[in-house]
């Protein structure tokens, strides 16, 4: 492929790419995200491959891997164009029947099509499927219809052609004016307003600047930029060249996470393809224009996800924050200049060169413009990426997309933003998520984690959870962090343990004080907000924990015990063969019972005995009853003891 | 590992101190730990002094200063599995290896180490061995996966 030399070229060559493919040809597309290579991807796109070569259809059939389309709970999933015909959890096994049935005789194969829980309704397209109806994609459709590894794809798709607008139709001002219009904010965490952080750039004195994407995405539970990054790459590199244009940058750095190795392979090649193609590199597309691109691998440090800290471990030392006397878009990587978005807000940038800020402002909230997405995980039916307009309300997100709580339980909260967000309980499901709105109400809309926790979810242990995270992952320069944290994790520790005090709360709401306050960078000051919210909302947890040494949601394992009810026992053995530790004793026809010396409390009993008796139960904050006397454990069937 | 491979990596990267970390990372990928030998060769050839090298090697978690074992297993403890169960995971794997989190066994057969997610939250809660990931697992079902590996 020769050089692509001005945006005419460009579009000339999308009109080559688009006239050698025939629309009405079939094309499989097969998610190879992180989700659904888990479930056994990569051998249904090897038998795909197969079966098309050994049928010799080759050439009328495409297959691809493509990102993620986010509907992970239903993966491995398939989707077949131009009919966009979609199937679910789709094994190897299945692949011969999809050929001979969907692309040889136009038919669906209905046993592999999402049936709508609700109404038992088979959904066909994809568009039919609940999860994504109220869906409104802008920045993740195209995952599932780009093979990752293909520039020609993107270009097909209308790929760089807001590079093009913004060199041959528009002055950097204009670009930067537009963004600024726009209102994007930033999609990592704080929501800085993306216009302005680049206005400070574009008006500092330094010319040499940088501009850099933040791909590394710490939040446990968010996975969003990974599918970014892993399945359409070119968009964020779109941006990220958009956005050195704007502020008169000519060098720009992917910072990855290095636990994400598809990205960093698929990010380096899609630079190599854009170099290739003349789209990076000197002289883009004609316009005079220079830039090139770095990718930096991190090494497993949370706190580098931070603006400073990513910068400093970019120069090559240890990833450590630094004051913000100046902020880093005057003085940031070698004291230059430097411009750091997320992935997703750099993947936004050329939907707005090329839609305009008008059709930006149209979507979302007053404060909160466009659409975010939500990776959806936790006790929900529907886990996986979730992308709406912002202003659309929790209660939709949960349960109209994420089809609510599996197992019939009941909805306790729902955390957001990560390690430094909270918890909103459910009399709040109303609230519409945007960033202002989540800040609000005592958490924040952070890179888009969104767990959702159900009854059997204790949140003393949520909150000990993220602060253990948060203990683990901080630098240690500052003493609020790194000491504070520390303590707090000792004090809910003990808690979760049974070994709480009076006095424990407001010793924990005192250091929790110290580190917003006084801490040195974000992660420190938002270090505190899974506990404060908790608090807030659930206060009477900590109470029962503290007081009356029960765990109300029967989670914690030092406070709680396993206890087979005699009456409903039926000596099935189930429990006592699956237990890893021989705690139990019992025999056929005999009532099983724990030995509570040697029980592990793994649970293995609670999840084995048959629903139909549910013997085994949890205790919390009571003493376990005495075994039942030997001589009636003798289990007589109820149909013989009338009998008598 | 030898002296001309930590050589060929450095040169890789241009024997420029910026990229460090980038060096150290490829060491670590290649060798599986860094060894003294290797650190102070880095520190050596870019004129980097060996106790900066040391704070980055304690700092990032991607870095071993001690060999590991044949087989990595790795726990996710990210938030969506945490609430699913994985801290029960964990302890069967403690109990089935004999080793904690960070640490690997005398016979260099199991290193363990939690991670913060490996975003296939659907399948939580996840245990991955050599990179192959075992999901939706229960207590017993993680200890019959490791008796799988030898």
Redesign the interface.
Known sequence: MARVNTPEELNTFRQEILSKRDPNNPVVSICA???C???GADEVIKAFEEEIEKQGLGAKVDTKGTGCPGF??Q?PIVVIYPEEICYIQVKAEDVPEIIEKTILNNEVVERLCFKNPGTGEVAIHESDISFYKAQQRTVLCNNIKIDSKSIDDYIALGGYSALAKALGEMSDVDVLEEVKKSNLRGRGGAGFPAGRKWEGSRNAPEPIKYVIVNADE??????MD?ALLEGNPHSILEGLIIGGYAIASHEGYFYVR???PLAVININLAIKQAQEYGLLGENILGSGFDFKVYV???????VCGESTALMT???????EPRPKYTRSNIKGLWNRPSVLNNVETWANVPLIVNKGADWFTSIGTESSKGTKIF?L???INN??LVEVPMGTTLHDIIYNIGGGIPDGKKFKAV?TG?PSGGCIPEDLLNLEVGFDELTKAGSMMGSG?M?V?DED?CMVD?AR??IE?LTDES?GKCVPCREGLRQMHRILTNITKGKGKQGDIETLEELAETAVEASLCALGKGAAAPLLSTLKYFRDEYEAHINEKRCPALAC?ELISFYIDPDKCQGCGMCRK?C?ADAIDGDKKLIHIIDQDKC?K???CF?VCPSKFSSVTKLSGVPVPEAIAEDKRTIVKKAKAKGK | MEIDKIDKIIDKHNC???????I??DIQKENNWLTKEALARVSERLDVPLN?IQ??AT?????SLVPKGRHKVHIC????C????A??IL??VE?ATGIKPGETDLDLKYSLET??????????P?MEVDGK?H?KM???KA?DALKTYE
Do not use: W
């Not at chain 1, 710490?218 to 996975?223: K, S, T």
């Not at chain 2, 403890?77 to 969506?80: K, N, S």
């Open positions: 995200g992180a989700g290579v888990a479930s992970c709970e993966g710490g939040d446990p539970g968010a996975f990974r290095q636990e994400y930096h691998q991190g090494a497993g440090a949370f471990s970019l120069e090559g030392r240890a990833g990776s995980v936790g006790k886990t996986g955390q990560g984690g767990i926790l979810t949520v959870y993220f995270f630098c394992k699956q890893p592990t793994c649970g293995t999840e | 420029e101190a910026a990229s460090l970390l980038q150290m990372l900066r704070h980055i700092f990032y978690k991607a870095f403890v990210g938030t969506a945490h609430v699913r169960g801290t029960r302890d069967t109990e991670v913060n997610c490996l975003g296939c939250c659907a399948l939580g996840v990931v999901g229960t207590p017993v200890a």
